[in-house]
């Protein structure tokens, strides 16, 4: 087994939740984009037993903020892709390839611009990472 699906996640300023994919929510620091249906499993079991009945698990586009990147209480510390600061629910969509590279992107610009400003992560204004996402070629409208 390369990976598990239910792993850690980190705890950030900011927990996406499934309520969040559910309506679709924007966020002021939106740095990536999430499509992708929701797709929990029971993790009891190695079956591919769905939490939910399958007509509840579409879920429109959403935006993820920069603050489910940022770990709670660490000085300096970003957790993108598959750890990202969400609930079971909201990561069983976000954890696609696709996301996750965006998260990744996203992470990697803050901690760039962390460096170049010398400041920790959680002084950076999200705004400023979304914006240069988009420079990027990144797409975060809905």
């Given at each position: 087994?390369?990976?598990?699906?239910?792993?850690?996640?980190?705890?950030?300023?900011?927990?996406?939740?499934?309520?969040?994919?559910?309506?679709?929510?924007?966020?002021?620091?939106?740095?990536?984009?999430?499509?992708?249906y929701l797709d929990g499993h029971d993790p009891g079991n190695d079956k591919r037993t769905y939490i939910l009945p399958k007509d509840q698990l579409a879920v429109p586009p959403?935006?993820?903020?920069?603050r489910s990147l940022i770990v709670k209480g660490a000085c300096n510390l970003l957790a993108a892709g598959r750890v990202l600061s969400a609930d079971q629910l909201a990561l069983s969509s976000a954890r696609v390839m696709t996301t996750c590279a965006m998260t990744g992107?996203?992470?990697?610009?803050?901690?760039?611009?962390?460096?170049?400003?010398?400041?920790?992560?959680?002084?950076?204004?999200?705004?400023?990472?979304?914006?240069?996402?988009?420079?990027?070629?990144g797409v975060l409208d809905l």
């Open positions: 087994m390369l990976s598990r699906r239910e792993g850690r996640r980190a705890v950030g300023e900011y927990i996406l939740t499934v309520d969040d994919l559910r309506a679709g929510r924007r966020f002021e620091d939106a740095v990536a984009l999430g499509v992708f959403y935006q993820i903020p920069f992107q996203a992470a990697g610009i803050g901690a760039a611009l962390a460096f170049e400003e010398n400041c920790t992560v959680g002084k950076l204004d999200g705004r400023r990472i979304g914006a240069l996402v988009r420079q990027n070629g």
